[in-house]
């Protein structure tokens, strides 16, 4: 029986979704293990009931605390991937910064006011503030093998270790 993954980029720059994909050919392996649900890779837009969920990104604003809410009701064990989920990463940068100021300070010609628009928070958070994080994969991105031993290590029913080399900040 294959296991359910979902993803999800919520506030970063979507860098460790494309270390994902650089697990190159062992994809065709993984996908011998695992169907794929809410993900980049599948299109899907809201997430169903899974085994494992990869947050990749901190949370910015409504939008983003509504997605991760919902991945931590569907998903049995929820991976916070890289910096920006475990901590912020850039783009909490803005953190120091008044919220009002600075977006001013970005749109002169006025703030955009669109109901389509999800809410800014007035500071990014990392997502273990707003769920609990079931395991974190550090790394700004988390390398291709450092993914695969983590979703291996899953698969198998084990306690993800990372072992020398498989972490680092680049």
Not at 84 to 113: F, K, M, S, T, W
Not at 134 to 163: E, H, I, K, N
Request: glycine residues 8%; negative net charge; proline residues 8%.
């Amino acid at each position: 029986m294959k296991l359910k993954l979902a993803t999800v980029s919520l506030a970063g720059c979507f860098g460790c979704h494309m270390s994902f994909l650089d697990i190159d050919e062992r994809i065709l392996e993984l996908v011998e293990h695992v169907e794929f649900d809410r993900s980049p890779l599948t299109d899907i837009k809201r997430v169903g009931e899974c085994d494992i969920g990869l947050v990749e990104g901190g949370l910015c604003n409504a939008e983003n605390v509504e997605v991760l809410r919902a991945f931590r009701a569907h998903c049995k064990t929820l991976v916070a991937v890289g910096a920006c989920a475990i901590n912020g990463g850039l783009p909490a940068q803005r953190n120091r910064l008044p919220l009002r100021p600075l977006l001013e300070a970005v749109y002169p010609q006025g703030v955009p006011d669109d109901p389509e628009l999800p809410l800014l928070l007035n500071h990014v958070h990392p997502i273990h503030e707003v769920v609990h994080i079931d395991y974190s994969l550090p790394g700004c991105p988390p390398s291709a093998d450092a993914f695969w031993q983590f979703l291996t290590d899953l698969m198998s029913g084990r306690t993800p270790q990372l072992g020398h080399g498989l972490i680092h900040y680049d």
